[in-house]
């Protein structure tokens, strides 16, 4: 129960490293506003989390907010819906995000409205998300959090060059708040995975939630010095830990969850 009573916001909760960390927050004592751009799986995730959507009643530690975070006005909304919901804000996990990635594509195959697409959900959304999230913990005046996923494709050369540009920028805003928001008691850290063979996070909208062939996962798993795959889970553990009071003197950090892919 080291979340007990934290009320967290977690954009991207439809699906991947949102979905299990919404599970693992509940598990550990705290309320959970779920927010994601798709509304089925959005509303998925709230089922397995034993919820309902906002203003339904339907459980009282979860509800779930659609949220389109390339908007800015949603996160307003999203914030002021967690305060009328839970009374309060603790935690804001700015999760939400896409690879862009085309099969054998590289940078010179992409177009501006792909590039801005990438840099409007990955970098945009984890600034307004922020942006809101600030202002709320000001006015309550006791600190706060913000977990932000970064990538180690934000800390080196790791597969597509735009989606890791657009880490980048989301592991410095992280740095950058950390500093910033320190006065104020507000901790800024960002999770960095490696490859995720099994979050859907770079399968095709009609192949997420499919199987995917051990083979390819065997391969994913080999380039991760620890010789295993990164799983939603293992983020989902180390945002529990960044977002709890045991890490009240930890801000300002990329944590690698990468199985030692970085320390080559």
């Not at 989301?170 to 008691?185: F, M, Y």
């Not at 529990?240 to 890490?247: H, I």
Request: glycine fraction near 12%; hydrophobic fraction near 40%; include cysteine.
């Amino acid at each position: 129960m080291r979340l007990k009573d934290k009320v967290a916001v977690i954009t991207g909760a439809g699906s991947g490293v949102g979905r299990a960390t919404t599970l693992r927050f509940l598990a550990e004592g705290a309320k959970v506003v779920c927010a994601d751009v798709r509304q089925d799986w959005l509303e998925e995730t709230v089922e397995l989390a034993g919820g309902g959507q906002s203003g339904s009643g339907a459980d009282d530690s979860v509800i779930g907010v659609r949220c389109d975070v390339t908007v800015e006005a949603d996160l307003e909304r999203l914030v002021d819906a967690t305060v009328d919901q839970f009374g309060t804000l603790d935690v804001m996990h700015n999760n939400a995000g896409i690879t862009g990635l085309k099969a054998g594509a590289t940078t010179e195959d992409y177009t501006e409205a792909e590039w801005r697409r990438l840099w409007d959900i990955n970098v945009s959304g984890v600034f307004y998300g922020s942006k809101y999230a600030i202002r709320r913990f000001k006015q309550q005046g006791a600190g706060g959090v913000i977990l932000n996923t970064g990538s180690v494709a934000g800390m080196v050369g790791f597969g597509s060059v735009l989606y890791g540009s657009t880490k980048g920028a989301v592991n410095q805003l992280t740095k950058g708040l950390a500093v910033e928001c320190a006065k104020d008691d507000i901790r800024v850290n960002a999770i960095c995975p490696a490859a995720m063979p099994l979050t859907n996070f770079s399968a095709a909208d009609d192949k997420k939630f499919e199987p995917v062939a051990q083979d390819f996962v065997d391969i994913v798993a080999s380039i991760h010095p620890l010789g295993r795959i990164i799983t939603a889970e293992d983020c989902a553990a180390a945002a529990v830990y960044l977002a709890s009071d045991e890490a009240k003197n930890i801000t300002g950090v990329l944590l690698p969850i990468d199985g030692g892919y970085v320390a080559q």
